[in-house]
């Protein structure tokens, strides 16, 4: 079956820095989506960044220019390397997959199928 599991969260300074990995298992990524979440405590769970069918690279307003999405060229792991963290930027970080998605919709989290079980993020 398919399996998410992030790693590399940790506890940073502000303006610190951090790079989340997520190991995809269990099936060939084609064309399929994948994206990073996070949830902060109290809050809805928000997207941050994700790879549409298209394989464009979308972020949310809070994530442009800080944060960067990326994948290995077997499309086997995900990434997000993060930059100029702010304590808002403190909660579980969660990768995501689905199969087919609307470009507009792509930060909603239920677009997505499967979900990892999360790495812990604290900027303080």
């Known amino acids: 079956h398919v399996q998410l599991v992030e790693s590399g969260g940790g506890s940073v300074q502000a303006g610190g820095s951090l790079r989340l990995s997520c190991v995809v298992s269990g099936l060939t990524v084609g064309r399929d989506c994948l994206g990073w979440f996070r949830q902060a405590p109290g809050k809805e769970r928000e997207g941050v960044a994700s790879f549409a069918n298209d394989g464009i690279a979308r972020y949310t307003d809070s994530a442009l220019g800080r944060f960067t999405i990326s994948q290995d060229s077997a499309k086997t792991t995900l990434y997000l390397a993060m930059s100029s963290l702010r304590p808002e930027d403190t909660g579980v970080y969660y990768c995501?997959?689905?199969?087919?998605?609307?470009?507009?919709?792509?930060?909603?989290?239920?677009?997505?199928?499967?979900w990892g079980q999360g790495t812990q993020v604290t900027v303080s």
């Open positions: 995501a997959l689905c199969h087919q998605i609307d470009v507009d919709s792509w930060y909603e989290d239920y677009e997505y199928g499967t």
